[in-house]
């Protein structure tokens, strides 16, 4: 690596990213057949004898002969694999299709794996602050097996929601041939003792309000078998019915859609169930796509640009998807040097119309959207609006107007797409709010079933856990209108930004239509209702948010776009001054790790911004 240099320093910021810069073959050298050499990072290892203990290893490892040796690409296969998490346990089985259909396309194909959290699992305990680093640790893990093995190109295979930004950001940093096959959506479950169906958010508002006494069985309430214990269990015990992730518009299905959008799959990977045959299908033809990026020199950093972006904010905004969306584009965007900040965010929301009724809003769930054309159909009504820019290039060769040119129109009688001259919403439903309490920025989901403004007094909370401690026992109250703050929960203070699903949930359970809720900390996609995240500063390193106290009034404006507590400037500065920064629950482990490395949610909450 070079030393830095005054030419390669931003003295106001982080330096000039900087990677090892790899041997490899120019791309349109010739292999011994005359066609272009594919293995133009694996060539220079496999080709002389200049690394004999390598060859020999990958001779042990399955190479099959010489002549594979010397000319055959290596592509890594990597599974954002383990058991005991719907989303991912059936991933390591999906990377076998892939390596048996890259091994056809005569390359070699090597599976592994990096790991993830279940947000679901860990939601609403200490595990959760574990969730978003695993993005920084699959980015790193993919980085670090495709760069050191000197693999010639990648296929990523994730499925829960850090995943997906997890597996861009790799390819972004080794920006070599790449393809992404997200693991699908799960089904929908049904619960027959609540007559609908249900899925994994049903779980957590159907505790708050279990919690609020307001859980009943459809018919013979009360009865035996049919309590409000009963109508609980029966809800977990079908919500989740196999493989596959989280249901609804939630960050799985956002991240996987936007990235379709961006060019980075093949059409339709975002909408296929993860257990249709579909699926199966794209597993195979992931092997042709991926040769197709190597023969062509496709390659992440040439699809990761300013316009794909624009696509994956237009789409996010159109089905309602994720407020994490907005912290892993930012992420993705930062680690491609795309320019990309929370005005671009504001600006699409202002002229993209929220058109999807999908859950967690809505009414219906992934698996109703592919039964009516997918992914693909939707970007096909974008496309022909001039919302979405179809001559964006893609891993199939082709721009995204050809990849969905095969597929249907969205057919003229369903009911889950909104036409664009009768939205859900003339504007998205993502905001960015700024004021006294989030002068660097926040994060609100509004998509107008809740109104535009709330005002209310503030109740305070330092920890999530002591409002979900405070909603168990039903002292969150029906009346006067309230703004919960929950703070040091942002990414330094969680550490690790953890999710508030399991108290956003269970108000909107309990029907606490009065209460508003704003954190430093995070939302998962499956949360709804006034919520405002990602407030920046956070409360740990001094932000406003830090001195808030109980009665205070706080007003949310979508119509202003400001998150703002009625204290004078002088007031607020008086009590930053008496603020003292708590201790930090860990200094060992990853967690301290994290804490100390990473930067701001309104920058994507990056870990190597230095």
Same mark, same amino acid.
């Given at each position: 690596?070079?030393?830095?240099?005054?030419?390669?320093?931003?003295?106001?910021?982080?330096?000039?990213?900087?990677?090892?810069?790899?041997?490899?073959?120019?791309?349109?050298?010739?292999?011994?057949?005359?066609?272009?050499?594919?293995?133009?990072?694996?060539?220079?290892?496999?080709?002389?004898?200049?690394?004999?203990?390598?060859?020999?290893?990958?001779?042990?490892?399955?190479?099959?002969?010489?002549?594979?040796?010397?000319?055959?690409?290596?592509?890594?296969?990597?599974?954002?694999?383990?058991?005991?998490?719907?989303?991912?346990?059936?991933?390591?089985?999906?990377?076998?299709?892939?390596?048996?259909?890259?091994?056809?396309?005569?390359?070699?194909?090597?599976?592994?794996?990096?790991?993830?959290?279940?947000?679901?699992?860990?939601?609403?305990?200490?595990?959760?602050?574990?969730?978003?680093?695993?993005?920084?640790?699959?980015?790193?893990?993919?980085?670090?097996?495709?760069?050191?093995?000197?693999?010639?190109?990648?296929?990523?295979?994730?499925?829960?929601?850090?995943?997906?930004?997890?597996?861009?950001?790799?390819?972004?940093?080794?920006?070599?041939?790449?393809?992404?096959?997200?693991?699908?959506?799960?089904?929908?479950?049904?619960?027959?003792?609540?007559?609908?169906?249900?899925?994994?958010?049903?779980?957590?508002?159907?505790?708050?309000?279990?919690?609020?006494?307001?859980?009943?069985?459809?018919?013979?309430?009360?009865?035996?078998?049919?309590?409000?214990?009963?109508?609980?269990?029966?809800?977990?015990?079908?919500?989740?019915?196999?493989?596959?992730?989280?249901?609804?518009?939630?960050?799985?299905?956002?991240?996987?859609?936007?990235?379709?959008?961006?060019?980075?799959?093949?059409?339709?990977?975002?909408?296929?169930?993860?257990?249709?045959?579909?699926?199966?299908?794209?597993?195979?033809?992931?092997?042709?796509?991926?040769?197709?990026?190597?023969?062509?020199?496709?390659?992440?950093?040439?699809?990761?640009?300013?316009?794909?972006?624009?696509?994956?904010?237009?789409?996010?905004?159109?089905?309602?998807?994720?407020?994490?969306?907005?912290?892993?584009?930012?992420?993705?965007?930062? *680690?491609?040097?795309?320019? /990309?900040?929370?005005?671009?965010?504001? +600006? %699409?929301? =202002? @002229?993209?119309?929220? #058109?999807? &009724?999908?859950?967690?809003?809505?009414?219906?769930?992934?698996?109703?959207?592919?039964?009516?054309?997918?992914?693909?159909?939707?970007?096909?009504?974008?496309?022909?609006?001039?919302?979405?820019?179809?001559?964006?290039?893609?891993?199939?060769?082709?721009?995204?107007?050809?990849?969905?040119?095969?597929?249907?129109?969205?057919?003229?009688?369903?009911?889950?797409?909104?036409?664009?001259?009768?939205?859900?919403?003339?504007?998205?439903?993502?905001?960015?709010?700024?004021?006294?309490?989030?002068?660097?920025?926040?994060?609100?989901?509004? *998509?107008?079933?809740?109104? /535009?403004?709330?005002?209310?007094?503030? +109740? %305070?909370? =330092? @920890?999530?856990?002591? #409002?979900? &401690?405070?909603?168990?026992?039903?002292?969150?109250?029906?009346?006067?209108?309230?703004?919960?703050?929950?703070?040091?929960?942002?990414?330094?203070?969680?550490?690790?930004?953890?999710?508030?699903?399991?108290?956003?949930?269970?108000?909107?359970?309990?029907?606490?239509?009065?209460?508003?809720?704003?954190?430093?900390?995070?939302?998962?996609?499956?949360?709804?209702?006034?919520?405002?995240?990602?407030?920046?500063?956070?409360?740990?390193?001094?932000?406003?948010?830090?001195?808030?106290?109980?009665?205070?009034?706080?007003?949310?404006?979508?119509?202003?776009?400001?998150?703002?507590?009625?204290?004078?400037?002088?007031?607020?500065?008086?009590?930053?001054?008496?603020?003292?920064?708590?201790?930090?629950?860990?200094?060992?482990?990853?967690?301290?790790?994290?804490?100390?490395?990473?930067?701001?949610?309104?920058?994507?909450?990056?870990?190597?911004?230095?």
């Amino acid at each position: 690596m070079n030393p830095p240099t005054d030419q390669n320093i931003d003295r106001n910021g982080p330096q000039k990213p900087r990677y090892i810069d790899f041997p490899s073959l120019e791309y349109g050298t010739l292999g011994a057949d005359g066609k272009i050499a594919l293995n133009r990072w694996s060539g220079p290892l496999t080709r002389g004898h200049d690394f004999p203990g390598a060859q020999a290893m990958l001779y042990a490892a399955g190479v099959p002969n010489k002549e594979m040796m010397k000319n055959a690409p290596q592509v890594g296969i990597s599974t954002v694999w383990w058991e005991g998490n719907p989303c991912n346990m059936h991933l390591h089985d999906l990377g076998k299709l892939v390596k048996d259909a890259v091994q056809k396309q005569g390359m070699l194909g090597w599976q592994y794996n990096t790991i993830g959290v279940s947000d679901a699992i860990t939601m609403g305990g200490e595990g959760m602050r574990f969730s978003l680093q695993t993005r920084e640790i699959i980015a790193d893990s993919i980085e670090t097996v495709t760069c050191a093995q000197r693999h010639d190109a990648n296929i990523s295979i994730p499925g829960c929601d850090k995943n997906m930004p997890g597996v861009i950001m790799a390819a972004a940093r080794h920006n070599r041939p790449f393809v992404m096959i997200y693991g699908g959506t799960i089904k929908k479950g049904h619960s027959k003792l609540l007559g609908r169906d249900v899925n994994i958010s049903t779980c957590y508002e159907a505790s708050g309000a279990l919690n609020y006494g307001k859980l009943k069985a459809a018919t013979g309430a009360g009865e035996k078998g049919r309590t409000p214990s009963d109508v609980m269990d029966d809800i977990l015990e079908h919500a989740c019915p196999g493989a596959g992730a989280c249901g609804g518009m939630y960050t799985a299905n956002t991240m996987s859609t936007a990235i379709e959008a961006m060019g980075l799959c093949l059409p339709g990977s975002s909408s296929n169930p993860a257990e249709s045959p579909a699926k199966m299908r794209e597993c195979a033809k992931a092997a042709e796509a991926i040769k197709i990026c190597m023969e062509k020199n496709i390659r992440p950093r040439d699809l990761l640009t300013k316009e794909s972006f624009e696509n994956a904010l237009v789409l996010t905004m159109a089905l309602g998807g994720s407020t994490n969306g907005v912290l892993h584009f930012l992420a993705m965007a930062g *680690t491609a040097e795309v320019p /990309l900040a929370l005005d671009d965010i504001q +600006r %699409v929301s =202002d @002229k993209i119309p929220f #058109l999807a &009724d999908l859950a967690p809003s809505g009414k219906y769930m992934m698996e109703d959207l592919y039964q009516i054309g997918g992914t693909p159909s939707v970007l096909k009504l974008l496309v022909a609006a001039g919302l979405i820019n179809g001559s964006i290039p893609t891993i199939t060769g082709k721009t995204l107007a050809e990849n969905i040119e095969p597929f249907p129109s969205l057919p003229q009688d369903q009911v889950i797409i909104r036409p664009l001259s009768n939205p859900i919403k003339a504007t998205g439903h993502l905001q960015i709010l700024r004021g006294n309490l989030s002068p660097g920025g926040s994060v609100a989901k509004i *998509t107008g079933k809740e109104g /535009l403004v709330f005002t209310g007094k503030a +109740r %305070v909370f =330092d @920890k999530e856990y002591q #409002l979900d &401690d405070a909603l168990n026992k039903g002292q969150i109250p029906h009346g006067e209108n309230l703004v919960l703050i929950v703070r040091y929960e942002g990414p330094k203070g969680g550490p690790g930004m953890p999710e508030q699903l399991k108290s956003s949930a269970a108000i909107m359970g309990a029907g606490l239509t009065n209460v508003a809720l704003v954190t430093d900390g995070r939302y998962s996609g499956a949360s709804h209702g006034f919520i405002v995240g990602h407030v920046v500063p956070e409360a740990a390193v001094g932000g406003p948010i830090a001195v808030v106290r109980d009665g205070d009034m706080i007003t949310i404006s979508a119509e202003t776009n400001t998150l703002s507590m009625d204290v004078s400037d002088e007031e607020i500065a008086t009590r930053l001054e008496q603020w003292k920064p708590p201790k930090s629950a860990v200094n060992r482990g990853v967690l301290a790790k994290y804490a100390q490395l990473v930067g701001d949610a309104s920058h994507g909450a990056m870990t190597d911004l230095f």
